[in-house]
T-cell receptor, first 117, second 110 residues
């Protein structure tokens, strides 16, 4: 079984400040990990993904995340927040294996990011 | 290339009514998924279809049925809607390990 925990349902940062959104996972096999962003009244857009290559993953809009196996974490960061980053962010885990249920995504509950001008 | 499309965008139903949510993808993907999104709950998997002709239950299947009509289309049916099914519904299709999401259907059951 796999699960995802996102610490903090709401995070507020000032414009220009560091963004740090936390994600911890549990998985019985090596996972694939994803961050998705959802803007108000829209669908989910993939920000970045970890699929067992480089542990530091760069995504769109200046975001990056680092896979730390020892800490079972995949935290999302951005050095300088912009007003347009205000959205809800979801961490998700998938375990690749053969079979009908392969690559199912399990989502965290989401973190809503507010950016204060 | 439209990606994943969903209809309708919005729907209001009365308790006990039935309806079908439509989803189509033009990316030639084998696997398709239906999720529901509720505040503070993230996305939860309702049903999925690994390939044309197969469907399987996800985490929250009760009250729903699905049909994989062909490779492109995967529909979700509510036979007798309940207020607990008020939610935003997302369809997705998968290429390799990455899922692509539709814009969602916002459903209210009164």
């Amino acid at each position: 079984a796999q699960s995802v925990t996102q610490l903090g349902s709401h995070v507020s940062v000032s414009e220009g400040a560091l963004v740090l959104l936390r994600c911890n996972y549990s998985s019985s096999v090596p996972p694939y990990l994803f961050w998705y962003v959802q803007y108000p009244n829209q669908g989910l857009q993939l920000l970045l993904k970890y699929t067992s290559a480089a542990t530091l993953v760069k995504g769109i809009n200046g975001f990056e995340a680092e896979f730390k196996k020892s800490e079972t974490s995949f935290h999302l960061t951005k050095p300088s927040a912009h007003m347009s980053d205000a959205a809800e962010y979801f961490c998700a885990v998938s375990t690749p294996y053969s079979g009908a249920g392969s690559y199912q995504l399990t989502f965290g509950k989401g973190t809503k990011l507010s950016v204060i001008p | 290339n439209a990606g994943v499309t969903q209809t309708p965008k919005f729907q209001v139903l009365k308790t006990g009514q039935s309806m079908t949510l439509q989803c189509a993808q033009d990316m030639n993907h084998n696997s398709m998924y239906w999720y529901r999104q509720d505040p503070g709950m993230g996305l939860r998997l309702i049903y999925y279809s690994a390939s044309e002709g197969t469907t399987d239950k996800g985490e929250v299947p009760n009250g729903y049925n699905v049909s994989r009509l062909n490779k492109r289309e995967f529909s979700l049916r509510l036979e007798s809607a309940a207020p607990s099914q008020t939610s935003v519904y997302f369809c997705a299709s998968r290429s390799s390990y990455e899922q692509y999401f539709g814009p969602g259907t916002r459903l209210t059951v009164t």
